[in-house]
């Protein structure tokens, strides 16, 4: 397994993990260069409270997008609470659900 | 363009308010007049004025004295000050402790983080309905800096009514409005269309594709008004000459069921008021009645779910036969 990416949304987003501009630029800058070179993403909630959907689409729904269903197994949801989880599965689900 | 404060204005006749105290002629021109005896206005209207004051020519912002008693309210929430109009006191100084978010303009992405950061505290809220507060300031504040190209940005108050204990909130923007965002990609023809499409989870002006863009997935509105539906809260949409209001639903009907089209729901509409040239959305939040953030979420998901199936299913082709 190549190695594994890290990412500690707390210290970029806060515990209101609201900003989409945020997520867009740590899609493209950490995620997608990871990805693409078929590592594994840990995305690591820890500490964050709350966070929207706008949110969550823009971290993640481009990459259901462009790979598929199947990038979801390169990429880990670590320590959510159940709102954070419950919104990230609202995203997962329409996103594979779209066209 | 004039407006005149009446002895009440709430979501629950903010249509009769709209339709008669609200002119939106000469829009360089503000005119200002209150009721001499009492003024108990929502924080949507305050918000509204607020906005009408940054497209108007400064020097032509009249305001005439305030004698209401009840005009402190209008100074604690910060309304001469954001007019910048004097007003000769009538009105009595008052203690400015208490539960409200005074006028506030924001511009960008930056000031919005902030302003979530500060927000709360000014509430004093527990925490289950302070978690539907941040989420639904976020997400209509977003909507205005991303969809609205007002330059003034997004204009918002919010007040706690002990009476009612509930937090009422407004957030106005001047700018292209609904029907215009929402026609970049689908075609409304009247504004109410417009509020509709825009209400319906998966419909966004960016794209006609479902799922939306990398940016947007047209959920917002729709999160929004099932955390107003699900708690028991007054809704409402203006934009154009369309104002939508999502009304309480029945307490005695306790299954609860989303529905994905908004004219499914227990709703008002008006669609012949004095043109809002932007959007307008306010909403009560009871600390009564405010679910689990959580529940509302699963009801969501499943809502969602089925919207994209009947979308799908609708544009399935036929087989022919011969």
Redesign the interface.
């Known amino acids: 397994m190549a190695k594994t990416v890290t990412v500690k949304l707390l210290k970029i987003a ?1 515990s ?1 993990a ?4 945020l997520a ?1 630029d740590l ?1 493209r800058e950490k995620i997608t260069p990871a990805i693409s070179k078929n590592q594994e993403v840990i995305l690591d909630f820890g500490g964050v409270e ?1 966070t ?3 949110f969550v ?2 971290l993640i ?2 990459l259901i ?1 462009v790979h598929g269903s199947d990038v979801l197994d390169l990429i880990i949801f670590k320590n959510c609470n ?2 954070v989880r ?2 990230i ?3 997962v ?3 594979q ?3 | 363009m004039k407006i005149h404060l009446p002895n009440s204005a709430f979501i629950g006749n903010i249509d009769y308010f709209i339709a008669n105290y609200f002119d939106p002629s000469n829009p360089d021109r503000l005119e200002i007049s209150a009721n001499k005896k009492w003024v108990s206005i929502h924080p949507v209207v305050l918000s509204m004025i607020a906005a009408l004051s940054l497209i108007a020519d400064p020097k032509k912002v009249r305001c005439e004295p305030i004698e209401a008693k009840s005009g402190h309210y209008l100074d604690r929430m910060g309304l001469f000050n954001f007019l910048r109009v004097n007003q000769n006191s009538n009105i009595s100084e008052h203690e400015s402790a208490g539960r409200f978010i005074p006028l506030k303009q924001i511009k960008n992405s930056k000031e919005l983080t902030t302003f979530l950061t500060d927000m709360i505290p000014l509430l004093h809220l527990p925490q289950k309905p302070a978690e539907s507060i941040r989420y639904v300031v976020s997400e209509l504040v977003r909507n205005v800096l991303e969809h609205s190209e007002s330059r003034n940005g997004a204009i918002l108050c919010a007040q706690y009514f002990k009476k009612s204990n509930t937090i009422r909130i407004g957030i106005v923007d001047t700018g292209v409005g609904i029907k215009q965002t929402i026609n970049q990609s689908h075609r409304a023809t009247t504004d109410l269309e417009a509020i509709r499409l825009a209400l319906t989870p998966g419909i966004t002006g960016t794209t006609r594709r479902e799922g939306g863009t990398e940016q947007n997935a047209g959920a917002g509105l729709f999160f929004i008004k099932s955390i107003a539906y699900v708690n028991r809260n007054f809704f409402m949409l203006y934009s154009g000459n369309a104002l939508y209001k999502l009304l309480m639903r029945n307490p005695k009907n306790k299954r609860l069921v989303l529905h994905a089209d908004p004219f499914r729901d227990r709703y008002s509409i008006k669609d012949n008021l004095p043109k809002w040239q932007g959007t307008v959305v306010g909403m009560d939040i009871s600390l009564d009645a405010t679910s689990e953030f959580r529940s509302l979420l699963n009801l969501i998901g499943e809502t969602y779910h089925e919207a994209i199936k009947e979308r799908r299913k609708a544009r399935y082709k036929k087989a022919r036969f011969v």
């Open positions: 806060g209101f609201e900003n989409k501009d867009r899609r709350a929207t959907q706008s689409h823009a729904s481009e997008r159940e709102t419950k919104i599965d609202i995203v689900d329409y996103m659900q779209s066209d």
